[in-house]
């Protein structure tokens, strides 16, 4: 059972573009929702990580949505950029638990 | 400061071998975790330490895997014998944990596993 689902499987956008990547999650005990980028070869990097208590958080040209009602979440890169070429994971982490559950992955690319 | 160190980066065996994987975690890290991830999937935790205890081992198949971090720092993960299925990359990463607070996970750049 997939407890954390993420879609699209891949994305291709121009320069300049707007991806946006989509999560959703059943387990309501969840309460930690971070991103992770992934470039091939490298291990995944933390970009971008929110709580349940608020519903959009920004950093730099990333930014969470956040919908606890409908138990979802979802990232935006504004003005993309070739570099941000990458796998970009979701993942879930329950209250007092260190494990977390992740997406399958979304494969950006960004042409310029 | 140095990240998660790994190594190798790359084996490729045969099936029935053993192999061992290595992860030098970032200095004043407690928590250790191994992840596998498999091909177009996200990482799966295998195993987390705090400091030399390993504290959740649920999905690690201990059939055919090992672990151990001797010490509190280095940590090893062994698979005896390797099988087709655990072609792979293995992940180590690392955090600080004070009391219940947990601060970001760093990851190593992994081992590709290949077995044939």
């Known amino acids: 059972q997939q407890q954390v689902k993420q879609s699209p499987q891949s994305l291709i956008v121009q320069k300049g573009g707007i991806p946006i990547i989509n999560c959703a999650y059943e387990?309501?005990?969840?309460?930690?929702f971070p991103w992770y980028q992934q470039f091939p070869g490298k291990g995944p990097a933390l970009l971008i990580a929110?709580?349940?208590?608020?519903s959009e958080k920004k950093e730099g040209r990333f930014t969470i949505s956040f919908n606890k009602s409908a138990k979802q979440f979802s990232l935006h890169i504004m003005d993309s950029q070739p570099g941000d070429s990458a796998t970009y994971f979701c993942?879930?982490?329950?209250?007092?638990?260190?494990?977390?559950?992740f997406g399958k992955g979304t494969k950006l690319t960004v042409n310029p | 400061e140095a990240g998660v160190v790994q190594s190798p980066r790359y084996k490729i065996i045969e099936k029935k071998q053993p192999v061992a994987f290595w992860c030098n975690p970032i200095s004043g890290h407690n928590t250790l975790y191994w992840y596998r991830q498999n091909l177009g999937q996200g990482p799966e935790l295998l195993i987390r330490y705090e400091n030399e205890e390993a504290v959740d081992d649920s999905q690690l198949p201990k059939d055919r895997f090992s672990a151990e971090r001797l010490k509190g720092v280095d940590s090893t993960l062994k698979i005896q014998p390797a099988e087709l299925g655990d072609s792979a990359v293995y992940l180590c990463?690392?955090?600080?944990?004070?009391?219940?607070?947990?601060?970001?996970?760093?990851f190593g750049p992994g081992t590709r596993l290949t077995v044939l």
């Open positions: 929110i709580r349940p208590d608020v």
């Open positions: 990463a690392s955090s600080y944990r004070q009391g219940t607070r947990s601060y970001e996970q760093f």
């Open positions: 993942a879930a982490r329950k209250g007092g638990s260190e494990k977390l559950v």
């Open positions: 387990n309501t005990a969840f309460d930690y």
